[in-house]
């Protein structure tokens, strides 16, 4: 007589999600775009770095290391 409570929760948590999202919306986060971005491998070392000025890419910025600390000429290279 009783209904089971497990699959009732799942129900009740997924059927939000598949209505469209539980009514939370993601943040926008606008960043002025000025200087020198960084992405590093997990050693620390640099991965890929880019500069910026008034929001725009500075044309011939880009920069890409291996895990090595050694540059290389793509994001695809410094990843291996």
Same mark, same amino acid.
């Given at each position: 007589?009783?209904?089971?409570?497990?699959?009732?929760?799942? #129900?009740?948590?997924? #059927?939000?999600? #598949?209505? %469209?999202?539980?009514?939370? *919306? /993601?943040?926008?986060? *606008?960043? *002025?775009?000025? %200087?020198?971005?960084?992405? &590093?491998?997990?050693? %620390?070392?640099?991965?890929?770095?880019?500069?910026?000025?008034?929001?725009?890419?500075?044309? %011939?910025? /880009?920069?890409?290391?291996?895990?090595?600390?050694?540059?290389?000429?793509?994001?695809? *290279?410094? &990843?291996?």
């Amino acid at each position: 007589m009783f209904m089971n409570s497990v699959p009732f929760i799942l #129900l009740a948590i997924s #059927l939000p999600l #598949l209505l %469209g999202g539980c009514g939370i *919306e /993601e943040p926008t986060i *606008e960043i *002025e775009k000025n %200087g020198v971005f960084t992405v &590093r491998h997990e050693n %620390g070392k640099k991965l890929w770095e880019i500069s910026y000025k008034d929001d725009k890419k500075v044309e %011939g910025s /880009e920069k890409f290391w291996n895990s090595k600390g050694e540059p290389v000429d793509s994001i695809e *290279e410094a &990843r291996k």
